[in-house]
């Protein structure tokens, strides 16, 4: 029966067990599998689709998660890793390989620039920063040796949507793959292999964990051979997820759904208030109908346009961080797409690496203030925020 994806986080796969079924995901904290003869043991080795061997070529709480994101996500498969970053260097690593040539939009989250700039510095890697938002640019960057379009759903800090389906048609006639980091908008928001997307990274230390206490990043491919290519090195660089973490990720997954769905409600009546604010110059959210994203977002997104928002302070810098550190219920602190609200000052911190021209550039005035939505009673919330403001 095709149910919906809320269903489906609730419902997620577990490794089967004899004569009855677990609902929780059982946890296999094992890393190693004994056999009994030689030959068995022998032909597991080197086969992805052989019995568990060793825990960095597989685990079964490990592929219980993968399964359920490639599910999800709509993909044939999936590679857990030991971080969002994990996910995503050793699927680049894999895919460009020494001097490969990547087209990657100018709006990143700031791991995955310093990435590309050290694969570009190490690796000779060829990268091309283009704006997401101009087919034309992308459509001039992209080349006959073109390996790999990389792309955020939704920009990190200014939530800006990338129009999927027509980047993606970009790369397929350029004979490039299109990897999309989908971290923002969560399977549940937007499927990007439904939009033409080869691969998609998740830093699963995000929404999917969701209560800050763990660490985590899940790949997934519309091609079985491409995530055999990865899965091989994802566990030669080692950068394989630990089965407590991936344990914690299908718990966090089973309630995606309603932690999504409030996340989007409170983000959107924070994005309207913060727009109606004396204090605030100028609110980004994609939810906003004013918002250069809103279009492509209501064509892309489904459900929600996701719980991050960054805005403007009246006053800059120093107003930005006077509101930082005034914040009461919502934390000062790094990271997303948590229970609670996070609140943090990117110029200061994030790209605090970035000059005023590289900041104007990723769409980052001195006084901006991301914040990650959370679950929390929206009244609450907004006097929290309108005191800190004030
Ligand atoms: N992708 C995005 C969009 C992120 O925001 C982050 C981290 O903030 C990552 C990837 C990296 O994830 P991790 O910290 O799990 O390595």
């Not at 597991?44 to 359920?68: H, K, M, Q």
């Not at 109908?289 to 006053?315: C, K, M, Q």
């Amino acid at each position: 029966m095709a149910t919906h994806p809320d269903t489906r986080t609730v419902h997620h796969p577990v490794p089967p067990t004899e004569g009855s079924t677990p609902l929780g995901v059982p946890l296999y904290q094992a890393h190693t599998f004994a056999f009994a003869d030689t030959d068995t043991m022998a032909a597991a080795f080197g086969d992805s689709d052989a019995p568990y061997v060793y825990a960095r070529y597989g685990n079964p709480t490990v592929a219980a998660l993968e399964a359920a994101v490639a599910d999800l996500e709509g993909g044939a498969g999936a590679v857990a890793s030991s971080s969002g970053m994990g996910a995503i260097s050793s699927t680049l690593w894999s895919l460009l390989g020494t001097g490969g040539h990547v087209v990657a939009q100018n709006r990143l989250y700031g791991g995955t620039q310093g990435l590309l700039d050290a694969l570009r510095e190490r690796w000779g890697v060829r990268v091309t920063l283009v704006d997401a938002g101009d087919p034309d640019e992308v459509r001039e960057a992209l080349r006959p040796d073109t390996r790999v379009l990389y792309l955020e759903t939704m920009a990190n800090p200014t939530g800006r949507v990338a129009d999927l389906p027509a980047l993606t048609a970009l790369a397929r006639e350029a004979g490039a793959m299109t990897v999309v980091d989908n971290t923002f908008a969560t399977p549940l928001l937007c499927r990007p292999i439904e939009h033409g997307a080869d691969v998609v990274v998740h830093s699963a230390t995000k929404y999917m964990g969701g209560h800050s206490d763990t660490i985590g990043g899940v790949t997934v491919f519309a091609d079985p051979e491409v995530l055999r290519a990865v899965r091989e090195q994802t566990a030669e660089y080692g950068a394989v997820l630990d089965p407590f973490a991936a344990w914690l990720v299908s718990r966090g997954l089973r309630t995606l759904g309603l932690r999504v769905a409030r996340h989007c409600a409170n983000a959107q009546v924070i994005a309207e208030r913060l727009a109606a604010h004396p204090a605030v110059a100028a609110v980004h959210y994609p939810g906003l109908p004013d918002d250069p994203g809103h279009a492509t977002a209501r064509r892309i997104l489904d459900g929600g346009f996701g719980g991050v928002l960054a805005f403007e302070p009246v006053g800059g810098r120093p107003a930005g961080r006077a509101f930082a550190e005034g914040v009461r219920l919502a934390a000062l602190a790094p990271s997303l797409g948590d229970v609670r609200t996070l609140v943090m000052h990117p110029a200061s911190t994030s790209h605090r690496e970035l000059d005023a021209g590289q900041l104007a550039r990723a769409g980052i005035s001195e006084g901006l203030i991301r914040i990650s939505v959370g679950i929390e009673n929206v009244e609450d919330l907004w006097a929290d925020l309108e005191q800190a403001l004030s």
